[in-house]
């Protein structure tokens, strides 16, 4: 029941939370907070938002590091996504998680052997904190080069401020600015040594939200891996109707959902980890391997959750169907 509360209320990153079926318990609440707040109640306070999330979901959590295929390996806390691509020519970090825990990415990083000093390149999936909250520090230790699609370029560069929904709450919402290197659009690849990912641009979410395609060799075979992106609206957000969160949103997430139900990966990882099940696939990849991270209908799934969880919304705010429970 709790995880389902917290799935109405935190749509967008609690996402399959329910799926998972993982028990939830009164000690997940941050402290002085005594029950799951509404949506609405999210919705007016960001920082009840950023707090519940961080607690319930453990952000802030460290985790064991583990190979999910390749050279592909989770350095992320409990809670948030970070991958590593260890390459011959240097190391990829994909998201960064909170600006907080920019100390448990390196030393996941370091627990496998490499050294943070090695990133020579840095991508995200979209400039909110909770992915984008240490790409300066990481790119401050690296010199590395961070490439961002074109429309999350100013919110990335100014921490958050010009973000369409937390820009006028920055203080709370946003995370040190970094610079970007390399502009990218819709489709544009970025390589380093033999890894090649793609980045498409699938908006809603934030405007730059970046899903990225990769295609990974492990024992002589090869897996398409994708990191979907975009397609989940949070609290506040207003997706349909005369008064949307920007002009077009509401085409933007359609769109989304409809380019990542084209995409047929092997393997597909997300940058909240319950929306994957890191601990269960993590536990029987001790056995299995890369098997256990194969998991085209959990994909499946994991999108059509998102559309219908959208569509509901929509024909909330237009008045279509009443409030459910
Ligand atoms: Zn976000």
Request: no cysteine; aromatic share 10%.
């Amino acid at each position: 029941m709790l995880q389902r509360l917290i799935r109405l209320a935190l749509p967008a990153i609690a996402g399959v939370l329910v799926a998972t079926g993982e028990a939830s318990r009164a000690q997940d609440l941050p402290p002085g907070i005594d029950h799951i707040p509404t949506k609405e109640e999210f919705a007016k306070d960001n920082n009840l938002f950023l707090t519940f999330a961080r607690k319930a979901l453990k952000w802030d959590e460290p985790a064991e590091p583990v190979k999910i295929v390749g050279p592909l390996y989770f350095v992320g806390t409990e809670g948030l996504g970070s991958w590593l691509f260890a390459t011959s020519d240097g190391l990829i970090l994909l998201n960064t998680a909170m600006p907080q825990t920019a100390d448990l990415i390196e030393q996941s990083i370091r627990a496998l052997g490499y050294d943070p000093k090695d990133v020579k390149l840095i991508v995200n999936g979209h400039a909110h904190s909770d992915h984008a909250g240490a790409i300066a520090w990481f790119k401050e230790q690296s010199g590395a080069q961070l490439a961002v699609m074109e429309p999350d370029v100013a919110p990335m560069e100014d921490g958050g401020k010009t973000d369409f929904h937390y820009g006028a709450d920055w203080k709370i919402m946003g995370f040190p600015p970094a610079k970007v290197d390399r502009v990218l659009r819709d489709g544009d690849t970025v390589r380093l040594g033999e890894v090649i990912l793609t980045g498409y641009n699938t908006p809603g979410h934030t405007r730059g939200s970046t899903t990225w395609v990769t295609h990974l060799v492990d024992d002589g075979k090869a897996y398409t891996v994708v990191f979907p992106d975009g397609a989940g609206f949070n609290p506040g957000y207003r997706i349909a109707g005369d008064s949307p969160s920007y002009p077009g949103v509401t085409e933007d997430f359609r769109r989304t959902h409809h380019r990542l139900e084209m995409l047929k990966p092997d393997i597909w990882l997300g940058h909240h980890n319950e929306y994957y099940d890191l601990p269960g696939k993590r536990e029987r990849a001790k056995t299995e391997g890369v098997n256990a991270w194969v998991d085209p209908e959990g994909y499946r799934r994991f999108i059509a959750h998102y559309k219908r969880d959208f569509e509901d919304e929509v024909d909330l705010e237009l008045g279509v169907t009443p409030p459910k429970e």
